[in-house]
């Protein structure tokens, strides 16, 4: 599904929700119709994505599988033999090549030492998240904004249901509930 479907699937559920709804119940059913249209939008492109990252993990697991190939063997040239040296003119001389074999690039070995393994002693702390210098931003809509953004959508969707579905038992109580007059 393509992330269009979050805002087609909510017009559809709330059309649908709409027009099977009694006219007492018209504006909660197209906001259920929506919720629903929404979550089924959500899970199938979070589907998707599960898809996408199941191949993703098993070419990565076959490619961590596959037997590597043995790197080749360094070429190494032959010495030239030593000429006869004209110990008269300095500039004639030869010089002889070194013991150590050579690299394909033509430069001796070298030796590295192998770096130790560090073990650290501490995990470092969650990263903060981005935050512009100087500006400041009212605890609510901070909450506000984490709700919609992060988590888990289907708990999201879950939540705001509830909170219609109270919201609606509560009016139903006070439209259908009498006190006595004379209750204190």
Do not use: C
């Not at 259920?32 to 993703?56: E, H, K, S, W, Y």
Request: aromatic share 8%; hydrophobic share 45%; proline share 12%.
């Amino acid at each position: 599904m393509t992330p269009i479907m979050r805002v087609v699937l909510p017009i559809v559920g709330a059309l649908i929700g709409w027009n099977l709804a009694s006219p007492e119940t018209r504006l909660f059913d197209l906001v259920v119709g929506a919720a629903v249209g929404f979550a089924i939008a959500d899970l199938g492109i979070l589907r998707a994505r599960l898809d996408a990252l199941a191949a993703q993990v098993a070419r990565l697991t076959t490619e961590f599988r596959r037997p590597h190939a043995a790197p080749p063997a360094p070429i190494q040239r032959p010495e030239p033999a030593p000429e006869a040296q004209d110990l008269g003119d300095p500039h004639n001389a030869v010089i002889p090549a070194s013991s150590r074999p050579l690299t394909t690039s033509g430069l001796p070995r070298q030796k590295f030492e192998e770096p130790e393994a560090r073990i650290p002693s501490e995990r470092p702390g969650p990263v903060p998240p981005f935050t512009q210098e100087g500006a400041t931003e009212l605890p609510i809509i901070g909450a506000i904004r984490s709700f919609l953004t992060g988590g888990n959508t289907l708990v999201r969707a879950g939540v705001i249901v509830l909170f219609f579905g109270v919201a609606f038992l509560l009016r139903y109580m006070a439209e259908h509930t009498t006190f006595p007059s004379n209750f204190a």
